[in-house]
């Protein structure tokens, strides 16, 4: 069995419920349970029908995510989320960029990366290289004035983990955020990188080896192999072309507001809901969130 879930934005709350029943009968699907009054609805169909992605894109007009994915085994027990354009809403190193004066340079190479048009480690180094003499206690004032969260991104974390799942936040940005955003979200673990600091300044270096892509595959590894679980049983949520590792071996991978390139390679898009639409396509109605 399948199951079909109908997502829009929760600030416009405008699903349909006639869209809702139209799909479900045109698809032979049971009855729709609401999991969050005109936001969130599901159905059960026996098959994925042939016209999923003409359907998908109809709905994409409409601001509505659609998404059909096996029912059992939909509710995992682990998440696996990257932070920057994920967690929080920006990149933390287009913001350190900006404090440096070549903000609109970095954060072009920081899209193209993300767009998988160049090497993410080259790019990587390129860009922490231009941001060598930045204060250090400017890392403390781009967390406090620059960076903001997804929306939703607590009420996910804390919800699948009163539910028992375990959750780690893997970036390919920097330790000094990682560790502030995974204290206030509730994660149990962070991993990124650390830029090298002397003498209370960045030196335009950071440590190695660098966490790109094969390393978010690998904490995917060895955290549920530390677990006792195994990928089947983790949910991962990214947004660039370094996600799609990650994204491919997890039971269910999430391209959330993502990259086209990375949209391509992934049959969970979420393009319209936030972050609590991962509650949702496990089957979490709004009164169960943790707040």
């Not at 069995?1 to 139209?22: C, F, K």
């Not at 969130?40 to 109809?58: G, H, K, R, S, Y």
């Not at 660098?210 to 990214?238: H, N, S």
């Amino acid at each position: 069995m399948q199951v079909v879930t109908l997502i829009t934005t929760p600030q416009e709350r405008n699903l349909d419920a006639a869209l809702v029943d139209n799909l479900r009968n045109a698809w032979g699907g049971g009855d729709a349970n609401w999991l969050a009054i005109d936001e969130a609805a599901e159905f059960v169909i026996p098959v994925t029908p042939d016209n999923q992605w003409d359907v998908w894109a109809d709905l994409q007009q409409g601001c509505v995510d659609l998404v059909i994915q096996p029912l059992e085994g939909r509710r995992k027990k682990m998440l696996l989320a990257d932070m920057d354009s994920t967690m929080i809403r920006q990149e933390c190193i287009d913001e350190l960029a900006a404090e440096a004066g070549v903000g609109a340079y970095v954060a072009d190479i920081t899209a193209r990366a993300m767009n998988g048009e160049l090497d993410f480690e080259a790019a990587l180094i390129e860009r922490v290289g231009l941001l060598k003499d930045l204060p250090e206690p400017m890392i403390e004032q781009v967390l406090d004035q620059r960076i903001s969260y997804m929306p939703g991104g607590y009420e996910l974390v804390n919800t699948m983990k009163a539910h028992g799942a375990y959750a780690a936040l893997v970036s390919g940005g920097f330790t000094a955020f990682t560790a502030r955003v995974a204290a206030a979200l509730g994660f149990d673990e962070n991993r990124a990188n650390t830029l090298l600091i002397a003498e209370g300044k960045l030196t335009g270096e950071v440590a190695r080896p660098i966490l790109g892509k094969a390393a978010k595959v690998e904490a995917l590894q060895e955290i549920t192999t530390r677990l006792g679980i195994t990928p089947a049983d983790v949910l991962a949520v990214g947004d660039g072309a370094n996600d799609l590792g990650m994204l491919g071996l997890a039971g269910t991978g999430v391209a959330l507001h993502a990259k086209p390139s990375v949209q391509a390679q992934c049959d969970v898009r979420i393009n319209h809901g936030d972050l609590t639409a991962l509650l949702y396509l496990q089957g979490y109605g709004r009164d169960q969130f943790v707040t």
